[in-house]
């Protein structure tokens, strides 16, 4: 019997897909449990339209994204901290405190999360980070770190 699938199924499918099931597993546990419905004409055309939908928002939000790339790579964050001799940092600046610059003076709000930072800035000067926006879809931002 074919049966189209409503979550992942463990050795049978993905959710989505179209697969052939046998008769009792689907009437007896599939369907029942809402697990998968039958593959008649009208439930295939629904779930290709439910597909060409989600991959219509999906290729949105990464237009979204690319544009945002495109004004994180424009902008410079400049962060003011105290400083010692030979510009090392009182402290270090990590990738909270940019995240809140860079929504501070440029209104865009990234996760911290999302800014890559290997290890806190502890010196002086301009360092490039990576944000990751998207999947697959990451902007360098530069950051400029200056004594008070």
Do not use: C, W
């Not at 049966?3 to 546990?29: C, H, P, T, W």
């Amino acid at each position: 019997m074919k049966v189209i699938l409503q979550q992942d199924v463990k050795g049978l499918g993905k959710k989505g897909e179209i697969v052939n099931a046998s008769d009792g597993y689907a009437r007896n546990f599939l369907i029942p449990k809402k697990m998968a419905i039958y593959a008649n004409d009208g439930n295939v055309h629904t779930v290709e339209q439910q597909k060409k939908a989600q991959e219509k928002r999906k290729a949105e939000e990464r237009q979204a994204a690319e544009e945002l790339k495109e004004r994180i790579e424009k902008v410079t964050v400049t962060m003011k901290t105290k400083a010692g001799e030979g510009g090392r940092l009182f402290g270090s600046v990590t990738n909270k405190e940019i995240a809140e610059a860079l929504q501070k003076q440029h209104k865009i709000k990234i996760d911290k999360r999302k800014i890559n930072l290997s290890d806190p800035i502890k010196n002086l000067g301009d360092t490039v980070v990576e944000v990751k926006v998207y999947p697959n879809v990451s902007a360098s931002m530069n950051v400029k770190v200056q004594a008070e």
